[in-house]
């Protein structure tokens, strides 16, 4: 998932929980950082989300042989 993607209150919400003015005007490079490290984040999150239903998973597995 890229930023892009995120439907607008998500974004809304994101841009706020991370403390980012959303009505100030920025320039085009401060909003290629923040899209750069929105992504990252994404990034970050979708790792740990895929990570934990993997390890769901096998606890479940493990569950369903007992």
């Not at 809304?12 to 009505?23: E, F, K, P, Q, R």
């Not at 923040?34 to 740990?48: A, P, Q």
């Amino acid at each position: 998932m890229t930023i892009f993607e995120l439907p607008p209150s998500e974004l809304t919400a994101l841009a706020v929980l991370l403390g980012i003015n959303i009505s100030k005007s920025y320039t085009v490079q401060e909003l290629e950082i923040l899209v750069s490290l929105l992504e990252v984040l994404i990034g970050i999150l979708d790792l740990t989300i895929v990570s934990n239903e993997k390890e769901v998973k096998k606890h479940s597995d493990f569950v369903n042989k007992i």
